[in-house]
């Protein structure tokens, strides 16, 4: 069994920050690329921000230069710094994890429930 679980998500006014994390936990043997993904009502689940292995990140234009994405390979977490806030940045945020859980045959997709982030005045 393996849970991704998010947290941080709140209601915030335009130009504020959020931070969102995302703990991984179960029977892991490996863990390849973590990223953030938010889905708008109405709209296609998006990436938002992912790191692979090795560190090598990638960031969607609207967000670039106001969130960062950070990765602790230790603790299996991943956290989403999210400054500038926006009201088109509203939207649930979904942890994704691509794992091979121990005693398996390969990567899986993993998602987490989502937290929801809400930009309004």
């Not at 670039?64 to 956290?79: A, E, M, Y």
Request: hydrophobic fraction near 35%.
């Amino acid at each position: 069994q393996v849970h991704l679980v998010e947290s941080g998500g709140d209601l915030v006014q335009p130009g504020g920050s959020l931070r969102l994390s995302c703990v991984v936990s179960g029977d892991i043997f490996t863990i390849a690329t973590m990223a953030w993904y938010r889905q708008a009502p109405g709209k296609q689940r998006e990436l938002v921000a992912g790191v692979d292995r090795t560190g090598t990140t990638e960031t969607a234009d609207s967000v670039k230069g106001r969130f960062t994405v950070s990765r602790d390979n230790v603790k299996d977490t991943l956290v989403l710094q999210m400054n500038s806030l926006k009201p088109e940045d509203t939207a649930v945020y979904y942890c994704n994890a691509q794992i091979w859980a121990r005693y398996g045959t390969g990567y899986a997709n993993y998602w987490g429930q989502g937290t929801q982030v809400t930009v309004s005045s």
